[in-house]
């Protein structure tokens, strides 16, 4: 079992940052592959925003986040993290962190992940 706590979520106005955190327990995640995914409103599925392996420093990013967002971890502390910048009002949902324990790669969809955190919500808006 793996436990996934999002935080960091909250109001911002376009241009604005926001860090999300993602702390992670229950096990050694030495394989493991950490996304991110978002969900819109109104949105059925969820969507991939960013991945990150646990072990070294390959990511992989939705186009519409590149150059914007950073995923990054802390080993020390079991902790993923999304890094936003220059935030649109697109951006605005509920952003879930997962947990991919036994990963051919880096995996954009929802099936790919095991365990899911519970959302922090993002809003951008002026």
């Known amino acids: 079992q793996v436990l996934l706590v999002e935080s960091g979520g909250g109001l911002v106005q376009p241009g604005g940052s926001l860090r999300l955190s993602c702390a992670a327990s229950?096990?050694?995640?030495?394989?493991?592959?950490f996304g991110w995914f978002r969900q819109a409103p109104g949105d059925e599925e969820r969507e991939f925003v960013a991945?990150?392996?646990?072990?070294?420093?390959?990511?992989q990013y939705t186009d519409a986040v590149k150059g914007r967002f950073t995923v990054s971890r802390d080993n020390a502390k079991n902790t993923v993290y999304l890094q936003m910048n220059h935030l649109k009002s697109e951006d605005t949902a509920v952003y879930y962190c997962a947990a991919d324990l036994h990963p051919y790669g880096l995996g954009n969809l929802t099936i790919d992940y095991d365990f899911w955190g519970q959302g922090t919500q993002v809003t951008v808006s002026a």
């Open positions: 229950g096990r050694t995640f030495s394989t493991y592959v």
């Open positions: 991945a990150i392996r646990w072990t070294d420093t390959e990511t």
